[in-house]
């Protein structure tokens, strides 16, 4: 019998009519905390004070019932929910053993990019919650421990809201302008319906939502956050990097404004051409880690390879590492692994290339010497990339 996926354990019943209705409509299923998956039946999901000790994560607080407000602390959780606050664990990923793992199959059963999805906790005492907002990013909510009345209604105003989350009394974040040119969202006409959770209710939100929680009794709630990039996403992700590779478009605006306009007006219509043409796959499939052979690939800076050629008689094997900077410019090893003795000429030609290439060329330059597959090229190049050895370009 197949194991029921991710989502038929989040909805159960319900998981058919959630799938036919993402990302647009709400949907509730109540059950048996039991049939969760696994990850939520961990005993640090069932103790705010453990969950609290372990979290490590940013944290947020506030009076939701009282104000929107809500402010940045180091504060260990457990204290600001006994002086009756509601605090929020940004991200518990890293604190929760599965966590990772599990958001990756979700994305897969969701059809979302890696890295789209999250999870945080809220976690409120018996009087309090969260102030009425929307999120511009769909949502699940598990409940865990006590009851949590949501009171939920569409938000009308703006078709598929981008940014950062919005609701009466809030600060407007920059980018949100541009989506209010017809009107600031507001709750005024909004028709809200109120869904009670206990331990092992599961709610869906879809982006755009307007919701506000009250916590019954003392509340630990997870939301599984998903926030796909969009196409205005894919695009500039795209379009920056691929305008800075050519040396016109890094040309700095000295001097007279009328003769860069008329350099301006060639290049226009060359990314005019460009975008009308050709371009959609590429920045479409930017904005989700290309395979490696539809980029060109480039040595990243202040990274090394190194290998250690087998012994004679030895296994036909070679231990291949990577040691490459991270974000505090300490050298980390990223890699670490063994691999067929006959992709060595191949190591060697990357190792000493300094200009870009792609999985073509370097099967072209090889293709002359013997037990050497394309898919075993294509899996080196991939470990290398995620060693931070090489860096993927966007495709031109």
């Not at 402010?71 to 604190?95: I, M």
């Not at 949100?176 to 006409?189: H, I, K, N, S, V």
Request: glycine share 6%; with cysteine; hydrophobic share 45%.
């Amino acid at each position: 019998m197949p194991k029921p996926s991710l989502l038929d354990q989040l909805f159960g019943d319900a998981a058919t009519a959630f799938v036919a209705g993402w990302p647009s409509e709400v949907r509730i299923d109540h059950g048996d905390p039991a049939r969760l998956p696994a990850l939520f039946q961990q005993s640090i999901l069932q103790n705010v004070e453990q969950l609290a000790d372990r979290y490590r994560g940013r944290l947020s607080f506030g009076r939701g019932l009282r104000s929107p407000k809500t402010f940045d602390s180091n504060a260990n959780a457990a204290s600001l929910l006994q002086l009756g606050l509601t605090v929020f664990f940004q991200d518990v990923a890293g604190s929760v053993p599965g966590a990772v793992p599990f958001l990756r199959q979700l994305e897969v059963e969701l059809g979302v990019v890696a890295g789209s999805a999250r999870l945080s906790a809220f976690a409120s005492s018996g009087d309090d919650g969260v102030s009425c907002h929307y999120d511009a990013e769909e949502v699940i909510s598990i409940q865990l421990l006590g009851r949590k009345t949501f009171h939920v209604a569409p938000m009308t105003q703006i078709e598929h809201p981008y940014g950062a989350q919005f609701g009466p009394e809030m600060v407007a974040v920059e980018n949100l302008y541009e989506q209010a040119r017809e009107g600031f969202p507001d709750t005024t006409d909004a028709n809200f319906s109120i869904h009670t959770l206990q331990p092992g209710s599961v709610l869906y939100l879809p982006r755009g939502t307007w919701h506000r929680t009250e916590a019954q009794e003392p509340s630990l709630s997870l939301s599984i956050v998903i926030r796909p990039p969009v196409l205005a996403d894919a695009l500039l992700g795209w379009l920056k990097p691929w305008l800075l590779g050519d040396a016109r478009w890094r040309r700095p605006l000295y001097g007279d404004r009328d003769q860069h306009s008329v350099a301006l007006k060639p290049l226009l219509g060359e990314l005019a051409q460009r975008l009308t043409q050709d371009a959609e796959a590429p920045i479409l499939s930017w904005s989700s880690a290309p395979a490696v052979e539809t980029t060109d690939l480039l040595r990243v800076p202040g990274s090394r390879i190194t290998w250690l050629e087998p012994a004679i008689g030895a296994p036909a094997r070679l231990r291949l590492q990577v040691h490459a900077l991270d974000q505090d410019w300490r050298e980390r090893v990223t890699l670490d692994t063994e691999i067929p003795a006959a992709l060595l000429s191949a190591i060697a030609w990357i190792d000493g290339r300094v200009t870009a290439f792609s999985l073509e060329q370097l099967d072209q330059q090889l293709q002359q010497l013997p037990g050497i597959a394309h898919a075993d090229l294509r899996q080196l190049l991939d470990l290398l990339v995620k060693a931070h050895a090489l860096r993927q370009l966007v495709p031109r």
